[in-house]
């Protein structure tokens, strides 16, 4: 919780998440507002190649996810 893990970070290639756990994730684009938004458990994103980003956990229980 409140962890800017990895911090601003781009990936070369487009990808894929998926939440492992139910929660919020705070999502950060330079020059764009921040955006909460609630997930659960086996909901999906998908986030263009090349696109520097930020997710920071706002809530009081760990955040799970994992993407490729």
């Known amino acids: 919780p409140g ?3 990895p911090g601003m970070h ?3 290639l487009a990808h894929v998440g998926i ?3 139910p ?3 705070t999502l950060s684009e330079p020059g764009k507002p ?3 938004v609630k997930f659960d458990v086996g909901s ?3 986030r263009d190649a090349n696109v520097t980003h930020q997710a920071t956990n706002p809530g009081t229980s ?3 996810f994992r993407s490729s």
Do not use: Q, Y
């Open 3 to 5: 962890e800017k893990n």
């Open 19 to 21: 939440i492992l756990r």
């Open 23 to 25: 929660g919020s994730l």
């Open 62 to 64: 760990p955040a799970s």
């Open 44 to 46: 999906v994103g998908f």
């Open 10 to 12: 781009t990936h070369e």
């Open 34 to 36: 921040a955006e909460t």
